[in-house]
């Protein structure tokens, strides 16, 4: 007789570890790609001004790069955790999302306040220009014609 349990740990879904390794890569490739173009925008090398529209999208990158950096690995150590594979969610919970959230707890509120702080501080629109009619037959009054 045979023990089911040492049958069943082997015969995991085979899609299983394909998914965990394609979480893998988008988790490690997004966060680090994200991260990458953040430094590109924010660190210049030259004498140069970064205004604040570059600095707002440069935050909406690092959040991006939070979000692989957490979501990813947490996907991942929910669908090894639902398949038995519970070194392997151990092992995302320990090197992946434990330090996704202490990234999104530095990085992502920093990010967060310092968008803010631009977006508080951006210039009002102009108001619009006043409606000017001109009528048929008389004069034109409008600046500009």
């Not at 490690?28 to 205004?51: K, P």
């Amino acid at each position: 007789m045979t023990d089911e349990r040492a049958q069943k740990r082997g015969t995991a879904h085979p899609a299983v570890g394909l998914i965990v390794g394609l979480l893998t890569l988008a988790w490690l490739g997004g966060t680090i790609g994200f991260m990458a173009a953040v430094v590109r925008i924010r660190f210049c090398l030259e004498d140069c001004e970064i205004d604040p529209h570059d600095a707002i999208g440069s935050d909406r990158l690092l959040l991006a790069s939070v979000g692989c950096a957490v979501g990813f690995p947490l996907l991942a150590t929910v669908i090894c955790g639902s398949f038995g594979r519970k070194v392997a969610a151990i092992l995302f919970v320990v090197l992946g999302v434990l330090p996704g959230v202490a990234y999104a707890g530095t990085a992502g509120i920093a990010a967060l306040h310092e968008m803010r702080q631009l977006q508080v501080h951006r210039p009002a629109p102009p108001p619009p220009a006043p409606y000017c009619p001109c009528f048929s037959g008389g004069r034109c009054d409008c600046p500009g014609g």
